[in-house]
């Protein structure tokens, strides 16, 4: 009964590589959020996304996408993968009428060489 | 400025004393503050969330908010080695449909047996 669930747990890859890391949610939250964690744990959102509306973060550089096929799944794509790409990647979720209280994945750590 | 800040650390601390994690904010508009409590390699969890000034307890752990100073607190007592982890402070102001959310950068603690 995994509440946010994504895969793969670990991935390393090339650069220049393109990549996906796949989220589910079976809370029926009507939001999804990817999150960037760095190496000294500072956590920086990505994107929002429900159903009405994507959010982006103006610093999230174009390589990166979200796709969501419906409610409950939001993936994340990367084309070009660089080195600075390191880091894990946080799926999350919530719902408004809930206060907005994130429940995360639990992560993908991603390493590009 | 950034719109939250938060300790660093990292905090070290014997087992048994009373710790004090600290937040403070430059935008008045945040309505709903959390604290999440992340283990190392796992996603963050939630641990407590308040809307209103003044403290909440929930076991060994009190939120305090003073939206006057734009100040928050987490209070851990009797503090336990299983409390070692990274604590982040979050908080959210909704504007019609939009949201932000925000997250401190982490305070890593250590507790000691």
């Known amino acids: 009964d995994t509440a946010v669930s994504q895969t793969p747990k670990y991935l390393v890859t090339q650069m220049g590589n393109d990549k996906s890391i796949k989220c589910e949610q079976n809370l029926g939250h009507d939001t999804m959020y990817w999150y960037k964690q760095d190496s000294k744990k500072f956590l920086k959102i990505m994107f929002s996304?429900?159903?009405?509306?994507?959010?982006i973060n103006e610093t999230v550089p174009n390589r990166f996408s979200p796709k969501s096929p419906d409610k409950a799944h939001l993936n994340l794509h990367i084309n070009s993968l660089e080195l600075g790409d390191s880091a894990v990647y946080f799926c999350a979720s919530s719902h408004r009428d809930r206060g907005d209280t994130q429940y995360f994945g639990p992560g993908t750590r991603l390493t590009v060489l | 400025q950034k719109e939250v800040e938060q300790d660093p650390g990292p905090l070290s601390v014997p087992e048994g004393a009373i710790v004090s994690l600290n937040c403070t904010y430059s935008?008045?508009?945040?309505?709903?503050f959390m604290w999440y409590r992340q283990y190392s390699r796992k996603g963050p969890e939630l641990l407590m969330y308040?809307?209103?000034?003044g403290n909440k307890e929930d076991g060994r752990f009190t939120a305090q908010v003073d939206k006057s100073s734009k100040y928050i607190s987490l209070f851990i007592r009797d503090s336990q080695p299983s409390d070692s982890a990274t604590y982040l402070c979050?908080?959210?102001?909704?504007?019609?449909?939009?949201?932000?959310?925000?997250f401190g950068s982490g305070t890593q603690l250590t507790v000691l047996p």
């Open positions: 308040t809307y209103s000034s």
């Open positions: 935008n008045s508009a945040f309505q709903y």
């Open positions: 996304y429900n159903n009405k509306e994507l959010i």
């Open positions: 979050a908080m959210i102001f909704y504007s019609g449909s939009a949201r932000q959310l925000t």
